[in-house]
């Protein structure tokens, strides 16, 4: 059975930093491309970081800069190191394969509030 169980989700003011993390279990973690989705309220999933098996990394274009995806296959944990993070960046994230994801293995994902 698969579990990926995010973490490290607060509330932080404008410009400020989080790192979240990501432990998976149930899978062949360091083979397996990682991505981190969120979602804002209202608004439809969206996918924000992926990192490859060998660490190769690709960005949506509103975070590219400020955010850092990185794993550690020994830890079978994925990281999102967040940086100068906006209001915008407001919303629950969440870690999974792929992609595409696999619908069956979203987590409770955290939250993360960016006041201005």
């Known amino acids: 059975q698969v579990h990926l169980v995010e973490s490290g989700g607060g509330l932080v003011q404008a410009g400020g930093s989080l790192r979240l993390s990501c432990v998976a279990s149930?899978?062949?973690?360091?083979?397996?491309?990682m991505g981190w989705h969120r979602q804002a309220p209202g608004k439809q999933r969206e996918l924000v970081a992926i990192?490859?098996?060998?660490?190769?990394?690709n960005y949506a274009d509103s975070v590219k800069g400020r955010f850092t995806i990185s794993r550690d296959n020994a830890k079978n944990t994925v990281y999102l190191q967040m940086n100068s993070l906006k209001p915008e960046d407001t919303g629950v994230y969440y870690c999974?394969?792929?992609?595409?994801?696999?619908?069956?293995?979203w987590g409770q994902g955290t939250q993360v509030t960016v006041s201005s």
């Open positions: 990192i490859t098996g060998i660490g190769a990394t």
């Open positions: 999974n394969v792929g992609p595409p994801s696999a619908p069956g293995y």
């Open positions: 149930g899978i062949i973690f360091r083979v397996r491309t």
